[in-house]
Protein backbone atom coordinates (compact mmCIF):
# COMPACT_ATOMS: atom_id res chain seq x y z
CA UNK A 1 0.00 0.00 0.00
CA UNK A 2 1.27 3.45 -0.71
CA UNK A 3 0.22 6.42 1.06
CA UNK A 4 2.07 10.45 1.02
CA UNK A 5 2.39 10.44 5.15
CA UNK A 6 3.56 13.86 5.24
CA UNK A 7 0.31 16.17 6.51
CA UNK A 8 3.24 19.92 6.95
CA UNK A 9 2.71 22.01 9.56
CA UNK A 10 0.88 19.44 12.25
CA UNK A 11 3.00 20.06 14.77
CA UNK A 12 1.08 22.37 17.36
CA UNK A 13 -2.23 22.82 17.96
CA UNK A 14 -3.75 25.98 19.19
CA UNK A 15 -7.00 27.31 18.69
CA UNK A 16 -9.65 29.28 20.54
CA UNK A 17 -12.73 28.49 19.23
CA UNK A 18 -14.27 26.14 21.98
CA UNK A 19 -17.63 23.97 21.13
CA UNK A 20 -20.31 23.51 23.29
CA UNK A 21 -19.21 20.68 25.85
CA UNK A 22 -22.33 19.24 25.01
CA UNK A 23 -22.06 19.02 21.40
CA UNK A 24 -18.40 18.68 22.07
CA UNK A 25 -19.83 15.31 24.39
CA UNK A 26 -21.91 13.84 21.54
CA UNK A 27 -19.38 14.04 19.10
CA UNK A 28 -16.51 12.19 21.02
CA UNK A 29 -19.50 9.45 22.34
CA UNK A 30 -20.37 9.45 18.51
CA UNK A 31 -16.39 9.16 17.64
CA UNK A 32 -16.37 5.83 20.48
CA UNK A 33 -19.36 3.93 18.71
CA UNK A 34 -18.34 4.26 15.49
CA UNK A 35 -14.81 2.93 16.38
CA UNK A 36 -16.72 0.17 18.48
CA UNK A 37 -18.94 -0.69 15.33
CA UNK A 38 -16.12 -0.91 13.21
CA UNK A 39 -14.10 -3.14 15.38
CA UNK A 40 -17.09 -5.49 15.84
CA UNK A 41 -17.97 -5.94 12.45
CA UNK A 42 -14.54 -5.92 11.11
CA UNK A 43 -13.95 -8.90 13.62
CA UNK A 44 -15.99 -11.43 12.30
CA UNK A 45 -16.30 -14.67 14.24
CA UNK A 46 -12.59 -14.66 15.08
CA UNK A 47 -12.05 -11.60 17.00
CA UNK A 48 -9.67 -11.11 19.29
CA UNK A 49 -11.13 -8.23 21.75
CA UNK A 50 -8.51 -6.52 23.69
CA UNK A 51 -9.51 -5.09 27.13
CA UNK A 52 -8.49 -1.17 26.85
CA UNK A 53 -5.84 0.28 29.89
CA UNK A 54 -6.95 3.45 30.28
CA UNK A 55 -5.24 5.04 32.88
CA UNK A 56 -7.36 7.12 34.41
CA UNK A 57 -6.16 7.19 37.84
CA UNK A 58 -7.28 9.99 40.61
CA UNK A 59 -6.12 10.55 43.73
CA UNK A 60 -2.19 12.95 42.89
CA UNK A 61 -1.41 15.64 44.88
CA UNK A 62 -3.01 19.11 43.20
CA UNK A 63 -0.76 20.20 40.65
CA UNK A 64 1.73 22.70 41.52
CA UNK A 65 1.38 26.67 40.56
CA UNK A 66 2.69 27.18 37.37
CA UNK A 67 5.77 28.85 36.64
CA UNK A 68 6.41 31.48 34.00
CA UNK A 69 9.75 31.62 32.12
CA UNK A 70 11.33 32.41 28.86
CA UNK A 71 9.32 35.14 28.26
CA UNK A 72 5.95 33.41 27.37
CA UNK A 73 3.12 34.94 29.57
CA UNK A 74 0.53 32.14 28.45
CA UNK A 75 -1.52 34.27 26.14
CA UNK A 76 -3.13 33.24 23.07
CA UNK A 77 -3.63 34.23 19.26
CA UNK A 78 -5.44 31.98 16.98
CA UNK A 79 -2.66 31.06 14.36
CA UNK A 80 0.09 33.72 15.38
CA UNK A 81 3.70 33.38 15.77
CA UNK A 82 4.71 34.79 19.09
CA UNK A 83 8.37 34.92 18.15
CA UNK A 84 9.11 32.78 21.39
CA UNK A 85 10.51 28.84 20.58
CA UNK A 86 6.96 27.21 21.35
CA UNK A 87 5.57 29.25 18.53
CA UNK A 88 7.59 28.99 15.81
CA UNK A 89 5.21 27.21 13.19
CA UNK A 90 1.73 28.55 12.73
CA UNK A 91 -0.50 25.30 14.28
CA UNK A 92 -3.44 24.33 12.28
CA UNK A 93 -6.93 24.66 13.37
CA UNK A 94 -7.49 21.00 14.64
CA UNK A 95 -7.14 18.93 17.56
CA UNK A 96 -6.23 15.66 16.03
CA UNK A 97 -2.59 13.76 15.59
CA UNK A 98 -2.22 11.02 12.92
CA UNK A 99 0.39 8.84 12.19
CA UNK A 100 1.51 5.16 11.31
CA UNK A 101 3.42 3.16 14.35
CA UNK A 102 6.63 2.76 14.05
CA UNK A 103 9.32 0.35 15.72
CA UNK A 104 12.79 1.26 14.25
CA UNK A 105 15.26 2.20 16.66
CA UNK A 106 18.60 2.55 13.75
CA UNK A 107 19.02 6.41 14.54
CA UNK A 108 19.54 5.80 17.85
CA UNK A 109 21.78 2.78 17.46
CA UNK A 110 23.88 4.94 14.67
CA UNK A 111 23.80 8.22 17.45
CA UNK A 112 25.93 6.11 19.94
CA UNK A 113 27.93 4.88 17.60
CA UNK A 114 29.16 7.79 16.25
CA UNK A 115 29.06 9.41 19.56
CA UNK A 116 31.48 6.41 21.04
CA UNK A 117 33.97 7.35 18.34
CA UNK A 118 33.73 10.61 19.38
CA UNK A 119 31.51 12.93 17.00
CA UNK A 120 28.17 14.63 16.67
CA UNK A 121 25.45 12.73 14.22
CA UNK A 122 24.04 14.74 11.58
CA UNK A 123 20.96 16.28 13.13
CA UNK A 124 19.49 14.99 10.29
CA UNK A 125 19.98 11.42 11.41
CA UNK A 126 17.97 11.81 14.52
CA UNK A 127 14.74 10.87 15.15
CA UNK A 128 13.51 11.14 18.45
CA UNK A 129 10.53 8.11 18.06
CA UNK A 130 13.17 6.04 17.48
CA UNK A 131 15.44 6.88 20.45
CA UNK A 132 12.22 6.82 22.41
CA UNK A 133 11.63 3.34 21.32
CA UNK A 134 14.50 1.40 22.07
CA UNK A 135 13.76 1.46 25.78
CA UNK A 136 12.01 -1.07 27.35
CA UNK A 137 8.09 -0.52 28.76
CA UNK A 138 5.94 -2.13 31.54
CA UNK A 139 2.72 -1.81 29.55
CA UNK A 140 -0.10 -4.32 30.21
CA UNK A 141 -0.06 -6.71 26.63
CA UNK A 142 -2.75 -8.37 25.35
CA UNK A 143 -4.03 -12.51 25.03
CA UNK A 144 -3.54 -12.07 21.34
CA UNK A 145 -3.03 -9.90 18.17
CA UNK A 146 -3.12 -6.41 18.62
CA UNK A 147 -2.82 -3.68 20.95
CA UNK A 148 -3.31 -2.24 24.65
CA UNK A 149 -3.25 1.21 24.93
CA UNK A 150 -1.88 3.06 27.62
CA UNK A 151 -2.06 7.02 28.26
CA UNK A 152 -0.26 8.69 31.14
CA UNK A 153 1.72 11.80 31.58
CA UNK A 154 3.92 14.27 34.03
CA UNK A 155 3.79 18.18 33.89
CA UNK A 156 7.56 19.73 33.05
CA UNK A 157 9.28 22.49 34.88
CA UNK A 158 8.24 24.94 31.86
CA UNK A 159 4.51 27.07 32.03
CA UNK A 160 1.47 24.89 31.63
CA UNK A 161 3.46 22.16 29.39
CA UNK A 162 3.11 18.28 30.12
CA UNK A 163 4.17 14.97 28.54
CA UNK A 164 1.73 12.84 27.49
CA UNK A 165 2.94 9.33 27.17
CA UNK A 166 1.09 7.15 24.49
CA UNK A 167 1.99 3.58 25.02
CA UNK A 168 0.75 0.63 22.81
CA UNK A 169 1.82 -3.11 22.98
CA UNK A 170 1.98 -5.83 21.56
CA UNK A 171 1.64 -9.62 23.24
CA UNK A 172 4.83 -10.99 24.53
CA UNK A 173 7.34 -12.45 22.11
CA UNK A 174 7.26 -16.05 24.37
CA UNK A 175 3.78 -16.22 23.79
CA UNK A 176 2.64 -19.82 23.78
CA UNK A 177 0.52 -18.95 20.38
CA UNK A 178 3.00 -20.58 17.77
CA UNK A 179 4.35 -17.99 15.28
CA UNK A 180 4.13 -19.61 11.39
CA UNK A 181 7.42 -20.94 9.85
CA UNK A 182 9.41 -18.11 8.61
CA UNK A 183 11.13 -17.52 4.80
CA UNK A 184 13.61 -15.01 5.21
CA UNK A 185 15.67 -13.54 2.18
CA UNK A 186 18.77 -12.10 3.27
CA UNK A 187 20.40 -9.35 1.25
CA UNK A 188 23.67 -8.79 1.65
CA UNK A 189 26.10 -6.38 0.97
CA UNK A 190 29.73 -7.24 0.12
CA UNK A 191 30.71 -4.08 -1.69
CA UNK A 192 34.15 -2.92 -0.74
CA UNK A 193 33.27 -0.52 1.74
CA UNK A 194 31.74 -3.31 3.46
CA UNK A 195 35.42 -4.73 4.38
CA UNK A 196 35.69 -2.76 7.63
CA UNK A 197 35.85 -4.62 10.52
CA UNK A 198 32.24 -4.50 12.46
CA UNK A 199 30.54 -4.54 8.76
CA UNK A 200 30.71 -7.86 6.75
CA UNK A 201 32.26 -9.98 9.15
CA UNK A 202 29.80 -8.68 11.74
CA UNK A 203 27.06 -9.53 9.41
CA UNK A 204 28.65 -13.10 8.91
CA UNK A 205 28.37 -14.17 12.24
CA UNK A 206 24.43 -12.70 13.35
CA UNK A 207 23.88 -14.28 9.90
CA UNK A 208 25.46 -17.71 11.50
CA UNK A 209 23.92 -17.23 14.91
CA UNK A 210 19.95 -16.33 13.54
CA UNK A 211 20.71 -19.66 11.88
CA UNK A 212 21.22 -21.49 14.54
CA UNK A 213 18.44 -20.00 16.22
CA UNK A 214 15.94 -20.48 13.28
CA UNK A 215 13.57 -23.93 13.84
CA UNK A 216 13.95 -26.56 11.14
CA UNK A 217 10.70 -25.56 9.45
CA UNK A 218 12.02 -22.32 8.54
CA UNK A 219 13.33 -21.46 5.63
CA UNK A 220 16.85 -19.36 4.31
CA UNK A 221 17.93 -17.40 1.13
CA UNK A 222 20.96 -15.61 0.39
CA UNK A 223 21.77 -12.36 -2.05
CA UNK A 224 24.78 -10.80 -2.35
CA UNK A 225 25.56 -7.48 -4.01
CA UNK A 226 28.51 -5.17 -4.90
CA UNK A 227 28.29 -4.06 -8.75
CA UNK A 228 25.82 -6.84 -9.55
CA UNK A 229 23.42 -9.18 -7.49
CA UNK A 230 23.35 -12.71 -7.25
CA UNK A 231 21.17 -15.65 -5.60
CA UNK A 232 24.50 -17.91 -3.98
CA UNK A 233 21.65 -19.63 -2.23
CA UNK A 234 17.89 -20.43 -3.36
CA UNK A 235 15.02 -20.71 -0.54
CA UNK A 236 16.23 -23.97 1.72
CA UNK A 237 14.66 -25.65 4.30
CA UNK A 238 16.90 -25.18 7.54
CA UNK A 239 16.21 -28.67 8.49
CA UNK A 240 18.74 -30.78 7.71
CA UNK A 241 20.71 -28.47 5.86
CA UNK A 242 21.87 -25.60 8.26
CA UNK A 243 25.71 -26.41 7.36
CA UNK A 244 24.73 -25.78 3.38
CA UNK A 245 23.71 -22.20 4.82
CA UNK A 246 26.83 -21.92 6.94
CA UNK A 247 28.82 -22.73 4.11
CA UNK A 248 27.48 -20.01 1.92
CA UNK A 249 27.87 -17.47 4.77
CA UNK A 250 31.33 -18.53 5.57
CA UNK A 251 31.96 -18.19 1.17
CA UNK A 252 31.16 -14.25 1.33
CA UNK A 253 33.87 -11.65 0.68
CA UNK A 254 33.77 -8.73 0.00
CA UNK A 255 34.06 -7.41 -3.63
CA UNK A 256 33.85 -3.75 -5.44
CA UNK A 257 30.72 -0.93 -5.63
CA UNK A 258 28.01 -0.74 -3.93
CA UNK A 259 24.47 -1.47 -6.28
CA UNK A 260 22.12 -1.16 -3.58
CA UNK A 261 19.20 -1.01 -5.89
CA UNK A 262 20.33 -4.27 -7.73
CA UNK A 263 20.52 -6.03 -4.52
CA UNK A 264 16.70 -5.12 -3.50
CA UNK A 265 15.30 -6.25 -6.75
CA UNK A 266 17.27 -9.77 -6.67
CA UNK A 267 16.82 -9.91 -2.87
CA UNK A 268 12.47 -9.68 -3.86
CA UNK A 269 12.86 -11.79 -7.05
CA UNK A 270 14.60 -14.65 -4.96
CA UNK A 271 11.67 -14.21 -2.15
CA UNK A 272 9.30 -14.66 -4.68
CA UNK A 273 10.33 -17.85 -5.99
CA UNK A 274 10.83 -19.11 -2.84
CA UNK A 275 7.34 -17.48 -1.42
CA UNK A 276 5.88 -19.89 1.24
CA UNK A 277 2.25 -19.65 1.89
CA UNK A 278 1.29 -19.21 5.36
CA UNK A 279 4.76 -18.70 6.14
CA UNK A 280 6.20 -14.77 7.26
CA UNK A 281 7.76 -14.04 3.85
CA UNK A 282 10.60 -10.96 4.67
CA UNK A 283 13.77 -9.81 3.41
CA UNK A 284 16.18 -8.84 5.36
CA UNK A 285 18.94 -6.06 3.86
CA UNK A 286 22.50 -6.02 5.63
CA UNK A 287 24.25 -3.15 4.85
CA UNK A 288 25.76 0.33 5.26
CA UNK A 289 23.73 2.04 2.95
CA UNK A 290 26.19 3.82 1.10
CA UNK A 291 25.02 3.08 -2.30
CA UNK A 292 27.38 4.34 -5.45
CA UNK A 293 26.35 2.46 -8.35
CA UNK A 294 22.98 1.59 -10.02
CA UNK A 295 19.92 3.31 -8.72
CA UNK A 296 20.30 4.28 -5.69
CA UNK A 297 17.04 6.06 -5.08
CA UNK A 298 14.78 4.46 -2.50
CA UNK A 299 11.26 5.49 -4.57
CA UNK A 300 12.23 3.92 -7.66
CA UNK A 301 13.77 0.85 -6.30
CA UNK A 302 10.94 -0.13 -3.89
CA UNK A 303 8.25 0.82 -7.45
CA UNK A 304 10.21 -2.29 -9.21
CA UNK A 305 9.51 -4.24 -6.58
CA UNK A 306 6.20 -2.89 -6.09
CA UNK A 307 3.90 -6.40 -6.93
CA UNK A 308 5.74 -8.48 -5.61
CA UNK A 309 5.51 -6.26 -2.12
CA UNK A 310 1.92 -5.92 -2.85
CA UNK A 311 0.97 -9.35 -4.13
CA UNK A 312 2.60 -11.31 -1.74
CA UNK A 313 3.07 -9.06 1.81
CA UNK A 314 6.84 -9.50 1.63
CA UNK A 315 8.15 -6.94 4.34
CA UNK A 316 11.37 -5.74 4.47
CA UNK A 317 13.51 -5.69 7.30
CA UNK A 318 16.91 -3.34 6.93
CA UNK A 319 19.71 -3.66 9.67
CA UNK A 320 22.53 -0.89 9.55
CA UNK A 321 26.27 -1.48 9.85
CA UNK A 322 29.66 0.19 9.87
CA UNK A 323 31.03 3.82 11.25
CA UNK A 324 29.89 5.70 7.61
CA UNK A 325 26.44 4.76 7.29
CA UNK A 326 23.97 6.14 4.52
CA UNK A 327 20.86 6.30 7.08
CA UNK A 328 18.29 8.19 5.02
CA UNK A 329 18.28 5.42 2.13
CA UNK A 330 18.08 2.41 4.14
CA UNK A 331 15.48 4.28 6.61
CA UNK A 332 13.48 4.96 3.87
CA UNK A 333 13.86 1.29 2.17
CA UNK A 334 12.10 -0.11 5.11
CA UNK A 335 9.90 2.82 5.81
CA UNK A 336 8.05 2.43 2.14
CA UNK A 337 9.17 -0.91 2.53
CA UNK A 338 6.42 -1.74 5.54
CA UNK A 339 8.93 -2.97 7.67
CA UNK A 340 11.74 -1.51 10.28
CA UNK A 341 15.60 -0.63 10.65
CA UNK A 342 17.68 -1.30 13.32
CA UNK A 343 21.62 -0.83 13.41
CA UNK A 344 24.17 -3.04 14.88
CA UNK A 345 27.60 -1.55 15.79
CA UNK A 346 29.23 -5.06 17.82
CA UNK A 347 28.76 -8.27 18.16
CA UNK A 348 26.32 -7.13 21.67
CA UNK A 349 23.90 -5.66 18.94
CA UNK A 350 23.92 -8.08 16.74
CA UNK A 351 22.91 -10.83 19.29
CA UNK A 352 20.24 -8.56 20.54
CA UNK A 353 18.92 -7.90 16.88
CA UNK A 354 19.59 -11.36 15.63
CA UNK A 355 18.82 -13.99 18.64
CA UNK A 356 17.51 -12.30 21.28
CA UNK A 357 14.29 -9.70 19.03
CA UNK A 358 14.48 -13.03 16.91
CA UNK A 359 10.35 -13.45 17.28
CA UNK A 360 9.74 -9.60 17.07
CA UNK A 361 11.82 -9.28 13.52
CA UNK A 362 10.18 -12.43 11.59
CA UNK A 363 6.81 -12.21 12.77
CA UNK A 364 3.98 -10.24 12.67
CA UNK A 365 0.92 -9.83 14.84
CA UNK A 366 -0.60 -5.88 13.05
CA UNK A 367 -0.44 -5.02 9.45
CA UNK A 368 -0.87 -1.40 8.88
CA UNK A 369 -1.54 0.13 12.31
CA UNK A 370 -2.19 3.58 12.97
CA UNK A 371 -2.63 5.80 16.07
CA UNK A 372 -4.95 8.78 16.29
CA UNK A 373 -4.69 10.91 19.25
CA UNK A 374 -8.00 13.37 19.91
CA UNK A 375 -6.73 16.51 22.01
CA UNK A 376 -9.80 18.00 24.16
CA UNK A 377 -9.99 21.96 22.89
CA UNK A 378 -11.13 22.78 26.24
CA UNK A 379 -7.98 21.49 28.13
CA UNK A 380 -5.33 21.99 25.52
CA UNK A 381 -4.25 24.98 23.93
CA UNK A 382 -1.92 23.00 21.63
CA UNK A 383 0.24 19.83 21.02
CA UNK A 384 3.59 18.85 19.38
CA UNK A 385 4.07 14.80 19.01
CA UNK A 386 7.60 14.84 19.44
CA UNK A 387 9.07 13.07 16.28
CA UNK A 388 7.35 10.63 13.39
CA UNK A 389 7.41 13.29 11.07
CA UNK A 390 7.93 10.70 8.22
CA UNK A 391 4.84 8.90 9.46
CA UNK A 392 2.50 11.72 9.49
CA UNK A 393 -1.01 10.09 8.08
CA UNK A 394 -4.43 12.48 7.07
CA UNK A 395 -6.38 12.79 9.57
CA UNK A 396 -9.08 11.53 7.70
CA UNK A 397 -7.18 8.52 6.16
CA UNK A 398 -7.06 6.78 9.61
CA UNK A 399 -9.92 3.78 8.99
CA UNK A 400 -9.14 3.99 5.36
CA UNK A 401 -7.65 0.37 5.54
CA UNK A 402 -6.06 1.43 2.00
CA UNK A 403 -3.60 3.66 3.73
CA UNK A 404 -0.31 2.26 4.78
CA UNK A 405 0.50 1.92 8.61
CA UNK A 406 3.21 0.03 9.82
CA UNK A 407 3.97 -3.32 10.28
CA UNK A 408 4.18 -5.00 14.09
CA UNK A 409 5.35 -7.69 15.72
CA UNK A 410 5.16 -9.70 19.08
CA UNK A 411 6.84 -8.34 22.33
CA UNK A 412 7.28 -4.60 20.61
CA UNK A 413 5.73 -1.69 22.53
CA UNK A 414 5.70 1.71 20.41
CA UNK A 415 5.87 4.71 22.17
CA UNK A 416 4.89 8.25 20.84
CA UNK A 417 6.00 11.12 23.09
CA UNK A 418 3.60 14.96 22.99
CA UNK A 419 4.61 18.12 24.34
CA UNK A 420 1.04 19.48 25.64
CA UNK A 421 0.19 23.41 27.19
CA UNK A 422 -3.01 22.84 28.76
CA UNK A 423 -4.94 26.17 29.34
CA UNK A 424 -4.63 27.86 32.41
CA UNK A 425 -6.23 25.91 35.38
CA UNK A 426 -7.95 23.50 32.54
CA UNK A 427 -9.64 20.50 34.37
CA UNK A 428 -11.18 17.57 32.91
CA UNK A 429 -10.71 15.27 29.63
CA UNK A 430 -7.16 15.81 28.36
CA UNK A 431 -7.32 13.12 25.48
CA UNK A 432 -8.56 10.09 23.69
CA UNK A 433 -5.98 7.71 21.84
CA UNK A 434 -7.07 5.26 19.43
CA UNK A 435 -5.28 2.22 17.35
CA UNK A 436 -6.13 0.92 14.32
CA UNK A 437 -4.56 -2.07 12.74
CA UNK A 438 -5.44 -4.94 10.77
CA UNK A 439 -5.16 -8.92 11.67
CA UNK A 440 -2.33 -10.27 9.86
CA UNK A 441 -4.01 -13.25 8.76
CA UNK A 442 -7.62 -12.08 8.01
CA UNK A 443 -7.11 -8.73 7.14
CA UNK A 444 -10.10 -7.96 9.28
CA UNK A 445 -9.80 -4.17 11.12
CA UNK A 446 -9.43 -3.80 14.98
CA UNK A 447 -9.21 -0.75 17.20
CA UNK A 448 -8.29 -0.12 21.01
CA UNK A 449 -8.40 3.00 22.61
CA UNK A 450 -7.72 4.67 25.81
CA UNK A 451 -8.39 8.02 28.00
CA UNK A 452 -6.23 10.25 30.15
CA UNK A 453 -7.52 13.29 32.65
CA UNK A 454 -6.00 16.19 33.48
CA UNK A 455 -5.83 15.14 37.31
CA UNK A 456 -4.11 11.73 36.28
CA UNK A 457 -1.13 14.10 35.63
CA UNK A 458 2.09 13.41 37.64
CA UNK A 459 2.74 16.51 39.70
CA UNK A 460 6.34 16.17 38.23
CA UNK A 461 8.54 14.03 35.66
CA UNK A 462 10.81 13.16 39.04
CA UNK A 463 7.45 11.90 40.14
CA UNK A 464 6.58 9.99 37.35
CA UNK A 465 7.63 6.16 36.94
CA UNK A 466 10.83 5.14 36.02
CA UNK A 467 9.97 4.07 32.81
CA UNK A 468 8.21 7.15 31.87
CA UNK A 469 11.02 9.37 33.08
CA UNK A 470 13.52 7.25 30.87
CA UNK A 471 11.19 8.17 28.04
CA UNK A 472 11.49 11.61 28.86
CA UNK A 473 15.71 11.36 29.04
CA UNK A 474 15.11 9.67 25.48
CA UNK A 475 13.46 12.04 23.85
CA UNK A 476 15.15 15.25 25.33
CA UNK A 477 18.46 13.69 24.26
CA UNK A 478 17.74 13.74 21.07
CA UNK A 479 15.75 16.91 20.69
CA UNK A 480 19.55 18.36 21.78
CA UNK A 481 20.98 17.08 19.20
CA UNK A 482 19.20 18.31 16.54
CA UNK A 483 18.25 21.68 18.33
CA UNK A 484 14.84 21.72 18.13
CA UNK A 485 13.67 23.19 21.62
CA UNK A 486 11.17 21.07 23.30
CA UNK A 487 9.65 22.46 25.92
CA UNK A 488 10.83 21.45 29.28
CA UNK A 489 14.40 20.18 28.50
CA UNK A 490 16.71 20.91 31.08
CA UNK A 491 19.75 20.56 28.78
CA UNK A 492 22.62 17.74 29.21
CA UNK A 493 24.15 18.20 32.40
CA UNK A 494 20.62 17.78 33.89
CA UNK A 495 19.57 14.84 31.97
CA UNK A 496 23.04 12.90 32.52
CA UNK A 497 22.57 13.31 36.22
CA UNK A 498 18.88 12.10 35.81
CA UNK A 499 19.88 9.21 33.25
CA UNK A 500 22.66 8.13 35.78
CA UNK A 501 20.32 7.75 38.50
CA UNK A 502 17.57 5.70 36.71
CA UNK A 503 20.44 3.68 35.60
CA UNK A 504 21.10 2.84 39.18
CA UNK A 505 17.31 2.37 39.92
CA UNK A 506 16.54 0.20 37.02
CA UNK A 507 19.60 -1.55 37.03
CA UNK A 508 19.13 -1.66 33.40
CA UNK A 509 21.83 -2.05 31.28
CA UNK A 510 20.15 0.06 28.36
CA UNK A 511 19.56 3.16 30.43
CA UNK A 512 23.20 2.44 31.45
CA UNK A 513 24.11 3.30 27.93
CA UNK A 514 22.13 6.14 27.28
CA UNK A 515 23.74 7.81 30.52
CA UNK A 516 26.91 6.85 28.89
CA UNK A 517 25.81 8.41 25.41
CA UNK A 518 24.72 11.63 26.75
CA UNK A 519 28.16 11.90 28.74
CA UNK A 520 29.87 11.35 25.71
CA UNK A 521 27.46 14.12 24.19
CA UNK A 522 28.57 16.49 26.26
CA UNK A 523 32.28 16.05 25.95
CA UNK A 524 31.74 16.89 21.87
CA UNK A 525 30.11 20.26 22.79
Known amino acids: METDRTRPGQEYAHHRT ?20 LTACGAGGGSDSNTSNANNRTGFPAPAPAITSGGDDGSEQDGEQTGTPDDKIAPPPDYLSTFALDVDTASYGYARRALADGRRPDPSTIRPEEFVNSFHQDYDR ?10 DGARTDKSDWSLVRVGLATRTADSTTERPPAALTFVIDVS ?3 SETGRLDLAKKSLDEMTDRLRDDDSVALVTFSDEAETVLPMTRLGGHRGQVHDAVDELETQSSTNLGAGVETGYATATEGLRKGATNRVVLISDG ?3 T ?7 ILDRIAHERRAHGITLFGVGVGSDYGDALMEKLADKGDGHTAYVANDADAHKVFVDQLPQNIDLTARDAKAQVAFDPETVARFRLIGYEDRKVADDAFRNDKVDGGEIGPGHTVTALYAVRTRPGADGHLATVSVRWLDPNTRAPHEESGQLETDALHDSLNSAPATFQVTA ?6 DTLRSTELPGNPGLTELASRAHTLAKETEDKDVRQLAEAIDEARRTD
Open 18 to 37: RKPRRLRATLLALTAAGGLL
Open 142 to 151: PDGNGFTVTV
Open 192 to 194: GSM
Open 290 to 292: LAN
Open 294 to 300: GDTNADS
Open 473 to 478: VAAYFA
